[in-house]
């Protein structure tokens, strides 16, 4: 069992930036593939970004390429997402999750392991 909780969510301006942390439980973050995925309400869950176990890899949706980043530090068990030049559109709750076969793809169902969540709102 992992436990996830995600944090830096909050409220910025279109143009602005804003990071958000995922902290995961357990000793064997470093073999996982870990994805950020966002849902407003009434919609199904998005694809944003998704990291190998390394770290060596990464894997960014068309909408976030170029003003996102994902990245991880395998020594605090976190992933970070770093979000530049947010848009209005980017407003959604965000969501960190596992991939415990390693395999960071685009798909949600490839996920084993979710947080609860955090708000980003984006003010134009």
């Known amino acids: 069992q992992v436990q996830l909780v995600e944090s830096g969510g909050g409220l910025a301006q279109a143009g602005a930036s804003l990071r958000l942390s995922c902290a995961a439980s357990?000793?064997?973050?470093?073999?996982?593939?870990m994805g950020w995925f966002r849902q407003a309400p009434g919609k199904e869950r998005e694809f944003v970004a998704a990291i190998s176990p390394s770290g060596g890899g990464t894997y960014y949706a068309d909408s976030v390429k170029g003003r996102f980043t994902i990245f991880r530090d395998n020594a605090k068990n976190t992933v970070y997402l770093q979000m530049n030049s947010l848009k209005p559109e980017d407003k959604d709750v965000y969501y960190c999750?596992?991939?415990?076969?390693?395999?960071?793809?685009?798909?949600?169902?490839?996920?084993?392991?979710w947080g609860q969540g955090t708000q980003v709102t984006v003010s134009s």
């Open positions: 357990g000793r064997t973050f470093s073999s996982y593939a």
């Open positions: 999750a596992v991939d415990s076969e390693g395999y960071y793809s685009g798909s949600s169902l490839g996920y084993d392991y």
